[in-house]
């Protein structure tokens, strides 16, 4: 989302507001809290509400809901992973 100095005219925050995952009849979400690259959050398309003005917070609550708005929730399957292991 650094394409634009405005959050809402990125390239991300474009494509969250087409309807192409309508031509899918599933979408498979794959989340990990370990995973360092993308966040938890993100990967399940679930950010939390933000709580203060920050442009960037805003426009990803804003992309999620943008998203589940053109979705149906029976074709989503989300999958979290645990990548923890223990030290041997």
């Keep these: 989302m650094n394409d634009h100095e405005d959050p809402k005219q990125t390239f991300m925050y474009k494509l969250s507001r087409n309807d192409h995952l309508n031509l899918f009849n599933n979408v498979i ?3 990990s809290p370990q995973d360092s690259y993308v966040p938890y959050s993100s990967a399940r398309i679930q950010p939390a509400k933000p709580s203060g003005n920050n442009k960037i ?4 609550f804003e992309m999620a809901k943008n998203i589940w708005s053109r979705i149906s929730n029976d074709m989503i399957v989300r999958i979290d992973v645990d990548l923890r292991s223990e030290k041997k």
């Design 29 to 31: 979400l794959m989340s």
């Design 57 to 60: 917070d805003l426009a990803i």
